[in-house]
């Protein structure tokens, strides 16, 4: 089995890319979706979250509130990195599972925002980029997720820029609104399966 990473800063679109992929019968671990699961369900998680950040990281049904967690990490590195040293190694045992299942597949995607930054990377044959123009990335998440730019800003900054992004990755889909999309995704499938 070839294991595909995806990635792509926020707001590139790669859930998009991800669905049509889906379409195709590739089946795609949402690595970003299951750190957040991972945080309500992992016990040890949980705890570990808590002995780091304290108590105040948890909401009023004694849940991880991820907004917090979210304001505790996104202007701090060191916090950044000691949640990411907490979250990173639960997601990795999860994909491990998660493949095994899938065994029998000729590919699969695994979907990571932050695919480089966190090392994940090593763990996949081949990576595909997701990149689009910054001013529709920045208008894409202030729609989705009802925040103003300066925090769209101010998340982008914690990620790998899209020129670095496309020096690493091996594919890279263009999801600027200007160029089709399934087009490019249709030739990656093609040339995947070849592989």
């Known amino acids: 089995m070839i294991k595909i990473g995806i990635t792509g800063g926020i707001g590139s ?3 998009t890319v991800c669905k049509v992929f889906e379409l195709l019968g590739v089946p795609v671990y ?7 699961q991972i945080l309500d369900s992992n016990l040890e998680v949980k705890k570990s979250i808590i002995n780091t950040f304290g108590n105040d990281v948890l909401n009023e049904v ?10 505790m990490v996104f202007n701090n590195k060191e916090n950044l990195e000691k949640l990411n040293s907490i979250v990173h190694p639960a997601v990795r045992e999860h994909f491990e599972n998660w493949l095994l299942q899938h065994s029998t597949q ?4 695994k979907e990571a925002a ?4 966190s090392g994940s990377y090593k763990l996949v044959d081949k990576v595909i980029a997701v990149v689009a123009p910054l001013e ?19 998340r982008i900054s914690n990620q790998l820029n899209d020129d670095e992004k496309i020096k690493r990755s091996q594919f890279v889909i263009h999801n600027d609104e200007q160029q089709l999309l399934i087009p490019q995704i ?10």
């Open 30 to 36: 949402y690595a970003d979706s299951e750190a957040k």
């Open 62 to 71: 004694e849940k991880i509130d991820k907004k917090k967690l979210a304001s």
């Open 186 to 195: 249709l030739n990656i499938h093609g040339q995947i399966t070849k592989l």
């Open 114 to 117: 932050i695919l480089f930054e």
């Open 106 to 109: 000729k590919y699969i995607l």
């Open 136 to 154: 529709l990335k920045i208008s894409r998440t202030m729609q989705r997720d009802k925040v103003n730019q300066v925090e769209v800003e101010l």
């Open 13 to 15: 679109g790669k859930t």
